[in-house]
């Protein structure tokens, strides 16, 4: 894969003395027709949380953390692909999961946690600083292609196309982690969003997935909606802070109620 050649590669360029990224073509910085040119794209910038219900948010067909439900259309699996939903379906949940040690769910899910994002345009990039579990997202907007053999990721390598007033995002590389999704994915999954603004302070994403090996068809996630709140920071977020759960050696998950503050007695 990818990771194994790049990992060869700084060895050898640690042993010769050689720049490790020397393949790779310098791009340019930025001048200042590409600063002035963000001006004429729409304004994604700021604090942005989704839309409570009521408000085209959860409650008016927003995509679910777990995917379909609530009136959302199942996706077609392959044969092959349905067998392994059912086997899964089939086996019993652990209490010790990858969320309760605090690892963040993947793309999509990373994108409708009940906390806000930030979104920041420079030349070239898309950046979304997301509060839950202080991760960040790059989309390149540079003209790069896609990469043909991605180092699988929670949030996969993404790449960004201005259309008109829309940002089309297609990501590629995703490792096998929880991320929102209701079946079974493979490698060669695709996670298309395209971001709008039907107001000035309403953004909408949506979400498109297709699986040559897993979807007999394309399957849609909806339309997710964030209202911009134009005072907010971004706060900070520490999983591990404060972390009572443990799991005991039968695999039992448990809390620790007592006050770490307290004095003793």
């Given at each position: 894969?990818?990771?194994?050649?790049?990992?060869v590669?700084?060895a050898?360029?640690l042993?010769f003395?050689?720049?490790a990224?020397?393949q790779k073509?310098?791009r340019?910085?930025p001048a200042?027709a590409?600063?002035a040119?963000?001006?004429?794209?729409?304004?994604?910038?700021?604090?942005?949380?989704v839309?409570?219900?009521?408000?085209?948010?959860r409650?008016?067909g927003?995509?679910?953390?777990?995917?379909v439900?609530?009136?959302?259309?199942?996706?077609a699996?392959?044969?092959a692909y349905?067998?392994?939903?059912q086997a899964?379906?089939?086996?019993?949940?652990p209490?010790d999961?990858?969320s309760a040690?605090?690892l963040?769910p993947g793309?999509?899910?990373?994108?409708?946690q009940?906390?806000?994002?930030?979104i920041?345009l420079?030349?070239?990039?898309?950046?979304?600083?997301?509060?839950a579990?202080?991760?960040?997202?790059?989309?390149?907007?540079d003209g790069?292609?896609?990469?043909?053999?991605p180092?699988?990721t929670?949030f996969g390598t993404s790449?960004?196309r201005?259309?008109d007033?829309?940002?089309?995002?297609?990501?590629?590389?995703f490792?096998?982690?929880?991320?929102?999704?209701?079946f079974?994915?493979s490698?060669?999954m695709r996670i298309?969003?395209?971001f709008?603004?039907?107001?000035a302070?309403t953004l909408?994403?949506?979400?498109t997935?297709?699986?040559?090996?897993?979807l007999?068809?394309?399957f849609s996630?909806?339309t997710?909606t964030f209202?911009r709140?134009?005072n907010?920071t971004?706060?900070?977020?520490?999983?591990?802070?404060?972390n009572?759960?443990?799991v005991d050696?039968?695999g039992?998950?448990g809390?620790?109620?007592?006050n770490?503050e307290?004095?003793?007695?």
């Amino acid at each position: 894969m990818a990771g194994k050649i790049l990992f060869v590669v700084m060895a050898g360029a640690l042993i010769f003395g050689l720049p490790a990224m020397a393949q790779k073509p310098a791009r340019p910085a930025p001048a200042a027709a590409d600063w002035a040119a963000l001006a004429k794209l729409p304004d994604f910038n700021g604090v942005w949380e989704v839309a409570p219900p009521g408000a085209g948010g959860r409650g008016a067909g927003q995509p679910r953390a777990r995917g379909v439900s609530g009136g959302m259309a199942a996706p077609a699996l392959t044969p092959a692909y349905a067998a392994k939903a059912q086997a899964l379906a089939s086996q019993p949940k652990p209490e010790d999961n990858q969320s309760a040690n605090c690892l963040p769910p993947g793309t999509p899910a990373i994108m409708g946690q009940p906390y806000p994002i930030e979104i920041l345009l420079t030349p070239g990039q898309v950046t979304i600083v997301i509060e839950a579990y202080t991760q960040v997202r790059h989309i390149y907007t540079d003209g790069r292609p896609l990469p043909d053999d991605p180092d699988p990721t929670f949030f996969g390598t993404s790449v960004g196309r201005w259309e008109d007033n829309a940002l089309a995002v297609e990501t590629v590389g995703f490792a096998q982690v929880p991320r929102g999704l209701s079946f079974p994915y493979s490698d060669k999954m695709r996670i298309q969003e395209r971001f709008r603004l039907p107001d000035a302070d309403t953004l909408t994403v949506e979400t498109t997935v297709t699986d040559p090996e897993a979807l007999k068809t394309s399957f849609s996630m909806g339309t997710r909606t964030f209202k911009r709140h134009r005072n907010w920071t971004i706060a900070e977020y520490i999983c591990e802070e404060n972390n009572r759960n443990f799991v005991d050696e039968k695999g039992k998950a448990g809390i620790n109620l007592a006050n770490p503050e307290a004095s003793p007695r």
